[in-house]
């Protein structure tokens, strides 16, 4: 069989290689190479976040968001000009923070999280990419246990959904960081995490080996994608070629809205832009993975330097970057590591592709059923990038899926 799969990021990747591995002829097309500079995948924090259940909107952000947003050290941004267009996503995405509503959510999270360590590891079994997968603990700092204590529903939520965690007085802390503020002075500590030491190098490495295996993988700019009259899966690209397959997997991160829509689909994806500062010749870097939740920051030590990234910027798909997030970002640095100083940094921003429930669109268009989605993984893209792959594949391949797509169908919009 045929398939050609749109977008080269870690999930399409995923998906491609899947695929090629049950003996499809794959093509991947995008308009850049798999791990170029401006993917999402590019910008992650390589964090591989099995115990990631709590979705984006939860109870009590409909009161906390303007406050968040008026305060110059949080990572939270608006375009004001951008405010008439997002306001009718904001207002279901904020909706679905209802308790119960969270819960159900959690619930399709999990089952996308539960074996994420797994299913990377069998993706990049035998290849490079396998070299940039590490284990260590996922450590979160808090001011104190009483901040920690102050959102029960989420830390019961995640307990719920199988996340152990050690607590971490300030003693434990310093021995594992000592360079960290003694301002922090309590943690949970998840064992044996997974993180990738760079995210880009990761996808490339897998791309590399699709390719070298047999797969193809062209850059090109995809304008539409449709089923023919014969159901076949059509794609135009911008220089008038069209190719056609068997099957075609939409996979394009925030761009697939705009191809969804061409079908009839309804798939309400907003650009929550993030933002990352790679730090070059840090003068310290922690052993392994830090969540800071009071600083909205994510650090990462890679093969590039010392990577800071968060920040969530609601400007628009084709808004241009807020360079006032870098400089709340270095503010933010300092309360984490007050002694800490670096050579050089590298900027970066890209789009994180949000739904209005925080769940991916994943499964057969039911308008054109050759033409298969798997878009809309926010936050945790690099976690369960090869878990949707590895789905995808299954559907498509005729056989029965280990989990259950029904939450994430597109038409749950429509």
Not at 139 to 159: G, H, I, Q, Y
Not at 341 to 346: F, I, S, V, Y
Request: net charge positive; glycine share 10%; hydrophobic share 40%.
């Amino acid at each position: 069989m045929k398939v050609i799969v749109v977008g080269g990021g870690i999930t399409g990747v995923s998906v491609a290689e899947w695929l090629r591995r049950d003996g499809h002829e794959v093509t991947i097309v995008d308009r850049v190479g798999p791990g170029d500079v401006t993917q999402a995948s590019y910008g992650n924090c390589g964090i591989v976040g099995r115990s990631s259940v709590v979705p984006l909107s939860t109870p009590g952000l409909f009161w906390q968001a303007p406050g968040m947003l008026l305060d110059p050290d949080t990572l939270l941004f608006l375009r004001w000009r951008h405010l008439p267009r997002l306001t009718p996503w904001l207002a279901r995405f904020l909706w679905n923070g209802r308790r119960d509503k969270v819960m159900q959510i959690a619930k399709g999270l999990a089952s996308l999280v539960r074996d994420s360590d797994e299913q990377h590891f069998a993706l990049a079994a035998g290849t490079p990419a396998e070299g940039f997968l590490q284990r260590g603990p996922y450590v979160t700092l808090f001011r104190s246990r009483e901040d920690f204590a102050r959102n029960p529903f989420a830390n019961e939520l995640r307990k719920k959904h199988g996340a152990v965690w050690d607590d971490w007085d300030r003693t434990a802390i310093a021995a594992y960081d000592p360079a960290v503020s003694p301002a922090y002075r309590f943690a949970t500590a998840m064992p044996d995490y997974v993180f990738v030491r760079s995210p880009s190098q990761y996808v490339a490495a897998l791309a590399d080996h699709f390719r070298q295996s047999g797969g193809n993988i062209l850059c090109h700019e995809v304008v539409h994608i449709k089923q023919s009259k014969q159901g076949k899966a059509t794609v135009a690209l911008a220089n008038g070629q069209r190719l056609e397959a068997d099957r075609a997997v939409l996979a394009a991160g925030v761009w697939s809205g705009r191809l969804a829509a061409r079908l009839g689909h309804k798939a309400t994806l907003e650009s929550e832009r993030g933002y990352h500062l790679m730090l070059k010749g840090a003068s310290h870097a922690p052993p392994a993975v830090l969540n800071i939740p009071d600083t909205g920051l994510g650090v990462c030590p890679m093969a590039e330097g010392l990577c800071f990234g968060g920040a969530v910027d609601f400007s628009g798909i084709d808004g241009a970057p807020n360079e006032r997030v870098y400089d709340a970002i270095r503010r933010q640095i300092h309360r984490v590591y007050p002694d800490l100083t670096w050579e050089d940094e590298t900027k970066w921003t890209g789009q994180r592709p949000s739904t209005i429930d925080s769940l991916p669109v994943l499964g057969p268009s039911p308008k054109a059923p050759s033409i298969y989605l798997a878009f809309g993984s926010q936050h945790i893209g690099l976690t369960i990038g090869p878990r949707i792959g590895k789905t995808i594949a299954d559907l498509i391949s005729g056989r029965q899926t280990d989990m259950d797509v029904t939450p994430f169908r597109v038409d749950r919009f429509e």
